[in-house]
């Protein structure tokens, strides 16, 4: 296992049972600042990890030019994302944006970033995502740094405190959006079997009980893939973004770090499964003609279902999720707690890494 699969969203709490469990980062770019502003509150190794892998992303698009390249029929402009990471009971939650620096260059966004430890995605997005969406909102109204710092140093406090009174719960409690995805894939069952061709067909590295997906040794990262998948028709970014992780923590290792990346205003969404390599953040701007929708891709599909497929439309018919996976018939019970048990024995021996020397602002 390496470094990335031992430590990312995998962070030893139990040791540090006084920090919080609530963190919010600011990196990019911002009017107020001639270039790539100052780190804001990228304290957590997680968050000082997704902001490197994220922004080593962008800057390879940039280098490459292979948003230019692509052409207006394959690449969209700017940026106008929501972020969720997932990895068990930890996550990452954002919004991305197109900004530009003091001098006017906008090759780059502003990315703002919550780790949440413990917390319930229907409370992401009912308390995180909204108080993300007014933060971008007064940053893109000030040209001022310290006006910059102010606002994220504010919204992490007034989320803190309304942490303090919610109940622990697990990640994937609520269900948020799940039923509406199960409703629709009930009516339209072609889009969900090419999908879950794909999967059986490209992500066996990933599948429950493997550890294919992050044997590799440092240097060399760990393997990653990434799909296209449609939004549910009417729901929100957050609703789609859940109920695809939900889904895809079902039929993939749930110890595997699921990065979705939804642009506002599309019909599609992204996910990104493992330790992300550069070239995978080319889906930031790509159209489906360059990134194909994997449910449009006309697979040559059996007339009749699978075994694994009629459990599947059984499940999703009562509104659940699959129970079991349709790449090695792994239970969703049997998933978790090999998951967990890795994740567990992974975390043994660095319980001090969680700050960083210093304040958070």
Not at 110 to 134: K, R, S, Y
Not at 183 to 207: K, V
Request: with cysteine; charged share 20%.
């Amino acid at each position: 296992m390496n470094d990335f699969a031992k430590k990312f969203l995998n962070e030893d709490w139990r040791a540090m049972p006084d920090a919080p469990r609530f963190y919010l980062c600011g990196f990019g770019k911002h009017p107020g600042w001639n270039d790539h502003l100052d780190d804001i509150g990228v304290i957590t190794d997680s968050l000082i990890k997704a902001k490197a892998l994220i922004y080593d992303g962008i800057v390879h698009q940039v280098e490459s030019a292979a948003w230019e390249k692509g052409g207006p029929e394959k690449m969209a402009r700017g940026f106008d994302h929501v972020i969720h990471w997932r990895r068990m009971n930890e996550s990452l939650t954002g919004l991305m944006w197109s900004s530009s620096d003091g001098k006017g260059r906008s090759l780059y966004p502003m990315i703002t970033l919550a780790h949440c430890v413990g917390q319930p995605f229907g409370w992401q997005a009912e308390e995180v995502l909204p108080a993300l969406e007014e933060v971008g909102k007064k940053c893109r109204a000030t040209t001022s740094s310290v006006s910059v710092v102010a606002i994220l140093n504010a919204a992490q406090e007034s989320l803190r405190a309304r942490l303090a009174v919610l109940p622990g719960a697990p990640l994937n409690s609520l269900g948020v959006g799940e039923k509406e995805w199960a409703a629709w894939f009930t009516r339209e069952p072609t889009g969900l079997r090419r999908i879950l061709h794909h999967l059986r067909t490209n992500f066996a590295a990933c599948a429950p009980g493997s550890a294919a997906w992050c044997e590799n040794k440092q240097p060399v990262p760990a393997q990653s893939r990434a799909l296209r998948l449609p939004v549910i028709p009417g729901a929100s970014p957050a609703d789609s973004l859940h109920a695809w992780l939900s889904f895809l923590s079902t039929q993939l290792n749930s110890a595997v770090p699921l990065l979705g990346l939804c642009p506002a205003g599309r019909e599609w969404l992204d996910v990104i499964v493992g330790e992300p390599a550069d070239a995978d953040f080319v889906v930031l701007r790509t159209l489906p003609a360059a990134t194909p929708v994997v449910s449009d891709i006309p697979y040559q599909l059996g007339a009749t279902l699978s075994a694994e497929e009629v459990g599947v439309f059984a499940n999703l018919a009562r509104g659940e999720l699959p129970a079991v996976s349709c790449l090695n018939g792994f239970n969703i019970a049997a998933n978790r707690q090999a998951a967990a048990k890795s994740l567990a024995n992974s975390r043994l021996g660095f319980f001090s890494r969680l700050l960083r020397s210093g304040t958070p602002f």
